[in-house]
């Protein structure tokens, strides 16, 4: 008997048959290209310093981030985003040591880029919060609040000294109104019209970067919930975004990722310059953690997760798991 016209119908199975098919139809693909390595570089130690919330994570020295870039070149990972953390000593209500053309972050810049060249692009946290004693990202005024407009100056001559040290990108994350046009025009005005701006778009109040905040020795008092976005708000990002734009930068991100698929989604549903999201500590943190219980298969958790911030637009991923997972691309 004929069974033309049986149910059902439509067997989308017959092309998940094999490991080959479902490669072959895959509509979304990781690519070590996609990938940049966010890494820490501390000021004063001899070897690298584990994070014990981020397991396989180090603070660097200077001579071990310049062998990670090296390694993520080798992988084919695409950028390395440079954090400096600095004696506490040198810590200061205005993150002096943050413009020092001395201080960590600009030193460890011109390490790598005289390492990896134009190999690897070169970011660079553009933030207060890793050199100031209270640990927020800009200027208290007299009531202990963040000044917006203080704080705009004290990015603009960071974009400038980051710049002058190698960055070929800079990425503001403190969330302050304004930032990115006062960022253009200060490296515009200096001779840096070819430095990027990976503007930190949507960049959410999260509990998720507790772990970050050990990684970079925070002196943190308080929260930041008056500049980086309430939870519970979506319309606002793409608000942020429209700004973001009209100000001149070339990338925006989302930040975190996996929390904030659907906000992904919709910036870069939106967006016509490319788009970026990071993996943040805490969710490195709870996969490592799952793992290491044996709760979850690692590494397929890892390409999944991934795989999920790809689907949802993000064409640059910033993920502690770059070279490790470019490799096993």
């Not at 960022?183 to 970067?209: M, N, P, W």
């Not at 001149?248 to 975190?256: I, L, S």
Request: charged share 25%.
């Amino acid at each position: 008997m004929s069974t033309y016209g049986s149910f059902p119908g439509s067997r989308p199975r017959r092309l998940r048959t094999t490991p080959v098919m479902r490669r072959m139809v895959a509509e979304t693909r990781l690519h070590p290209a996609d990938l940049v390595l966010p890494a820490f570089v501390r000021e004063g130690i001899g070897a690298p310093v584990p994070i014990d919330s981020m397991p396989g994570v180090f603070q660097h020295t200077r001579d071990t981030l310049r062998k990670a870039a090296v390694e993520a070149v080798e992988a084919g990972v695409s950028g390395i985003m440079l954090f400096g953390v600095p004696e506490e000593s040198k810590k200061d209500g205005l993150g002096t040591v943050g413009t020092d053309p001395d201080g960590i972050l600009q030193v460890a810049l011109r390490d790598v880029r005289a390492e990896v060249g134009d190999d690897l692009i070169v970011m660079s946290d553009l933030c207060l919060d890793e050199f100031t004693d209270h640990g927020h990202c800009g200027v208290l005024d007299e009531q202990g609040r963040v000044d917006n407009d203080a704080t705009l100056e004290r990015y603009a001559e960071m974009a400038q000294v980051q710049a002058d040290a190698g960055a070929h990108v800079v990425g503001p994350s403190g969330m302050m109104d304004g930032q990115i046009g006062v960022i253009r025009d200060a490296l515009d005005q200096t001779g840096h019209e070819d430095v990027a701006v990976l503007a930190y778009t949507a960049k959410y109040s999260s509990a998720f970067y507790g772990p970050f905040r050990e990684a970079v020795g925070s002196s943190l008092k308080g929260d930041r919930k008056t500049y980086q976005q309430d939870t519970a708000n979506s319309r606002e990002s793409l608000r942020e975004l429209a700004l973001d734009l009209e100000e001149g930068a070339d990338m925006v991100m989302v930040k975190p990722a996996g929390p904030y698929l659907d906000i992904l989604a919709k910036i870069a549903e939106a967006s016509d310059v490319p788009v970026a999201a990071y993996q943040i500590s805490g969710e490195y943190a709870m996969i490592e953690a799952a793992a290491e219980r044996g709760w979850i298969d690692r590494d397929k958790a890892i390409m999944e997760s991934l795989l999920g911030i790809k689907r949802a637009g993000a064409q640059m991923i910033l993920t502690y798991w770059a070279t490790e997972v470019a490799r096993q691309l």
